[in-house]
C-alpha cells in the first residue's frame, strides 16, 4: 500500500512543476511579443528555468521511488 501513496503524492506534487513550466514560458511568449529582439536573452532565461521546474519534478519521481 505504500508504494502505491507514494505515487499519490507525486502526482499531486507534479502539479507544482507543471504550473511553473506554463507560467515560464507564458512570460517567455508575452516578452517577446512585446520585445522581439530580446528574444536569444529571454530564450536563455526560459530555457534555464524550465531546466529548473523539471529538475523539481524528476528529483520528486526519483524519491517517490526510493521511499
Do not use: D, H, K, S
Amino acid at each position: 500500500m505504500e508504494g502505491n501513496l507514494n505515487m499519490v503524492g507525486y502526482g499531486l506534487a507534479a502539479i507544482g512543476p507543471g504550473v511553473g513550466i506554463g507560467l515560464i514560458f507564458a512570460a517567455y511568449i508575452a516578452g517577446v511579443a512585446r520585445q522581439p529582439e530580446a528574444r536569444g536573452t529571454l530564450q536563455g532565461i526560459a530555457i534555464l528555468g524550465f531546466a529548473l521546474a523539471e529538475a523539481l519534478a524528476i528529483i520528486g519521481i526519483g524519491l517517490a521511488f526510493a521511499l
